[in-house]
């Protein structure tokens, strides 16, 4: 199991054990795992929110992450939140028992999973190309996206 962090107070804008996804809106891989998300999480379990929202800002500022430059994805629940490889694996153990083989990779410690994760993240744009701006969910997937009661 990921060994969360852990913040004094229950994150904002979220129901008692939703789980939130924050992602980078403009980068195309990024924009890729939440479509993967959308596609397979069929009992949504997990929620979307990109970084660049203020949805999303809210959720980093809660969390005592950067604001303007992110370079990980993040997994928050109630008052847990996750990063980096962890985060990873805590959005793997949400997906149907068919995708719980990637969950082996655990094995490696995680120094190396991080390490990992840091080349392909910091790495994004040029490998796998960026927006110009964050693009709106569809229609039919907004209601998988966090957003801000009115």
């Given at each position: 199991m990921?060994?969360?962090?852990?913040?004094?107070?229950?994150?904002p804008l979220l129901k008692p054990g939703e789980t939130v996804v924050l992602f980078d809106g403009v980068c195309k891989l990024c924009n890729g795992w939440a479509r993967f998300l959308i596609r397979h999480d069929r009992d949504h379990r997990v929620r979307l929110a990109a970084v660049q929202?203020?949805?999303?800002?809210?959720?980093?500022?809660?969390?005592?992450?950067?604001?303007?430059?992110?370079?990980?994805?993040a997994v928050i629940r109630d008052r847990h939140?996750?990063?980096?490889?962890?985060?990873?694996f805590e959005v793997a153990a949400q997906l149907p028992a068919r995708w719980q083989p990637v969950r082996l990779m655990r094995v490696f410690p995680r120094?190396?999973?991080?390490?990992a994760y840091d080349r392909v993240a910091l790495n994004r744009y040029r490998i796998?190309?960026?927006?110009?701006?964050?693009?709106?969910?569809?229609?039919?997937?907004?209601?998988?996206?966090?957003?801000?009661?009115?």
């Open positions: 990921p060994a969360p962090r852990i913040r004094p107070t229950p994150a929202s203020p949805e999303g800002q809210a959720l980093l500022a809660w969390a005592g992450l950067p604001v303007d430059q992110f370079d990980t994805m939140f996750w990063v980096r490889s962890d985060a990873f120094w190396l999973r991080d390490w796998f190309g960026k927006y110009d701006t964050c693009l709106l969910p569809d229609p039919d997937h907004e209601r998988r996206f966090l957003k801000t009661p009115v």
